[in-house]
């Protein structure tokens, strides 16, 4: 458990393939921050699947697109956003995420508290 302040280079951080047109860098996981929050940053390539409808019943997860476009669903309605765009969900909203077809979406996600 830390508890002290920390710098993750992004040569250092953890870099997991999401299937074929996903790569995500696991900057920060629970463990690393005493439980308060969980960062990742996540690439999502023309024709990625993004993450299918869920919902976290104990965190908000907070998503910011560095670059490109994302279709977010919230509940029933779904919405695109784009570079420098932010979407809040807090625990237990139904919430899926993925570019439109032939797009591609650059974005760093948040989860508060912390999450594995």
């Known amino acids: 458990m830390n508890t002290v302040p920390m710098i993750v280079r992004g040569k ?6 999401d299937g074929p047109q996903s790569a995500i860098t696991l900057f920060l996981d629970d463990p690393d921050t005493a439980g308060s929050v969980t960062v990742n940053r996540s690439f999502l390539g023309a024709g990625s ?6 919902e976290h019943r104990h ?4 998503i910011f697109v560095i670059d490109g476009f994302l279709r977010v669903r919230l509940e029933h309605d779904v919405h695109t956003l784009t570079a420098g765009d ?7 909203t139904t ?3 993925a570019p439109p077809t032939g797009r591609s979406a650059d974005l760093i996600a948040f989860f508060t508290p912390g999450q594995e």
């Open 95 to 97: 919430h899926a995420f």
């Open 12 to 17: 250092s951080a953890e870099h997991v393939n």
């Open 86 to 92: 932010l979407v809040h969900i807090p625990p237990g």
């Open 59 to 62: 965190a908000s997860e907070t």
């Open 49 to 54: 699947a993004g993450a299918p409808a869920h």
